[in-house]
């Protein structure tokens, strides 16, 4: 039964997609760090936000 929305399937799955992002981008060069990374971390981010809406 669903009583919140951590309980949807579509917000599982979308936060373990932003969680496996965030890992791979811990492994990018340190130069990286503040400009493509940040980028696909904040955009994975948005993307579990509104996925579910």
Same mark, same amino acid.
């Given at each position: 039964? #669903?009583?919140?929305? @951590?309980?949807?399937?579509? @917000?599982?799955?979308?936060?373990? #997609?932003?969680?496996? #992002? @965030? /890992?791979?981008t *811990?492994?990018?060069? /340190?130069?990286?760090?503040?400009?493509?990374?940040?980028? #696909?971390?904040?955009?994975?981010?948005? @993307? *579990?936000?509104?996925?579910?809406?």
């Amino acid at each position: 039964m #669903i009583k919140t929305v @951590f309980d949807l399937d579509v @917000f599982k799955l979308s936060y373990a #997609i932003a969680m496996d #992002i @965030f /890992k791979l981008t *811990r492994n990018f060069p /340190k130069e990286e760090r503040y400009s493509l990374t940040d980028q #696909i971390v904040r955009s994975s981010v948005l @993307f *579990r936000k509104y996925c579910w809406w």
